[in-house]
């Protein structure tokens, strides 16, 4: 009987691998974002005031939009974070949560912990982006695909 039961539990775990990670493939799959589509952005868990991984960046000024392609977002990080501006930043505040936002630029960027995988937002808002860590996001549940 003893036995019986080990090699239920046995199963148990091994099944319950199995469907983690499945789960973590089909988060993998699943990420299939394009330059001008819209990401939803969730609204925020019980309790909190600002997202985990998602940040805001406003600038003082208008920036040069004629330098970034529309169709792959190319040049937005050099227009909008150009020398001689000030620019303020900070997590994304509550209040923009629970709407979908129109995809600026996907980005990619080298660290220690491996490759950091970015995601850029227009907002209404002219001098403002929305910058999206997205495997960070993904973990935490802050953006719908």
């Known amino acids: ?8 539990i046995l199963i148990f775990f091994a099944l319950s691998a199995i ?16 330059v001008g589509s819209l990401i939803k952005i969730n609204p925020c868990k019980k309790g909190k005031k600002e997202f985990e ?8 000024q208008a920036y040069d939009k004629k330098k970034v392609k529309k169709e792959t977002g ?5 227009a909008f974070f150009e ?7 900070k997590r994304l505040p509550c209040v923009m949560g629970g709407h979908s936002y129109k995809i600026a630029s996907l980005q990619e960027f ?12 227009y907002t209404t808002y002219d001098l403002t982006i929305i910058w999206i860590d997205l495997d960070k996001a993904l973990e935490a549940g802050e953006i719908a695909l």
């Not at 190319?74 to 050099?78: A, D, M, T």
């Open 74 to 78: 190319e040049g937005l990080i050099e």
């Open 19 to 34: 469907n983690s990670f499945a789960q973590e493939k089909e988060i993998e799959v699943k990420v299939n974002l394009e």
């Open 53 to 60: 991984g998602i940040d805001v960046y406003a600038r003082n």
């Open 110 to 121: 080298p660290t220690a912990e491996g490759i950091k995988r970015v995601v850029i937002c």
């Open 1 to 8: 009987m003893k036995t019986y039961f080990k090699f239920i």
């Open 83 to 89: 020398k001689n501006t000030s620019i303020d930043a």
